[in-house]
């Protein structure tokens, strides 16, 4: 079966500082994967999602960017951190194969940025 | 374009109640997919239904309910004798082709079963 790990669970960063989430999906090949940010009370935000290894799409601009480098790792990265980056952020994955696919999400990171 | 609409931000009941979610989505495509999720207070959403266009078809599991109806776009979900366990945020969520590698998601409704 597949399963989809988050880490770290959560994280509390100074303002200013770098980040580095990372998402790994088990027990499949070539998804869909995703990136969300959820705020406090909120709904989800999509950041990225990749289709492909190397291949990202971007939903927002904002000082976050996301990186592929194997098939079934996904990293949000940032190089300096804002407060308004504090957020619950959400991994997903969805088989490739169409949009009669189900997306399936990690645990999560809790951001908070001091 | 493809939209979600969940009106209902909050929703407080007793438990033992039934409660329904409301969701109305738009898509100009014949073929689409609608999805419900349940994210509890830790946070992890858990897919909980998906149902295709062409199945208008209501579907029953144990306390849950789900109600398809294309003439009104609407998706409803329905919670039957509701428990505290119920306490959740549910998100209505729609894929189709126009959206094709994203699923669009609703603002969500947040849900509050009293003891």
């Known amino acids: 079966s597949q399963t989809i790990h988050q880490w770290p669970a959560t994280l509390v960063q100074p303002v200013g500082s770098p980040l580095s989430l990372e998402c790994t999906v088990e027990g499949t090949s070539n998804p869909n994967l995703y990136w969300y940010r959820q705020a406090a009370g909120r709904g989800l935000q999509l950041l990225f999602y990749?289709?492909?290894?190397?291949?990202i799409s971007s939903e927002v601009p904002q000082n976050l960017s996301a990186s592929r480098p194997q098939d079934r790792q996904f990293i949000l990265s940032s190089k300096k951190l804002l407060l308004s980056d504090s957020g619950f952020y959400l991994c997903?994955?969805?088989?490739?194969?169409?949009?009669?696919?189900?997306?399936?999400f990690g645990p999560g990171t809790r951001l908070l940025v001091l | 374009a493809q939209k979600v609409t969940q009106a209902q931000t909050e929703i407080s009941v007793v438990e033992k109640e039934d409660v329904t979610l409301d969701c109305v989505y738009e898509t100009r495509d014949t073929t689409y997919y609608l999805f419900w999720y349940k994210q509890p207070p830790s946070g992890e959403l858990v897919f909980l239904i998906r149902r295709n266009s062409f199945d208008e078809q209501n579907e029953i599991s144990g306390r849950y309910s789900w109600n398809f109806q294309k003439s009104t776009s609407s998706f409803n979900f329905t919670i039957t004798a509701s428990q505290v366990v119920d306490s959740a945020v549910y998100f209505c969520?729609?894929?189709?082709?126009?959206?094709?590698?994203?699923?669009?998601f609703g603002a969500g409704t947040r849900l509050f079963v009293k003891a």
């Open positions: 990749s289709v492909g290894i190397g291949q």
């Open positions: 997903a994955w969805r088989p490739g194969q169409g949009i009669q696919e189900t997306q399936y």
């Open positions: 969520a729609l894929s189709d082709n126009t959206g094709g590698f994203k699923t669009i």
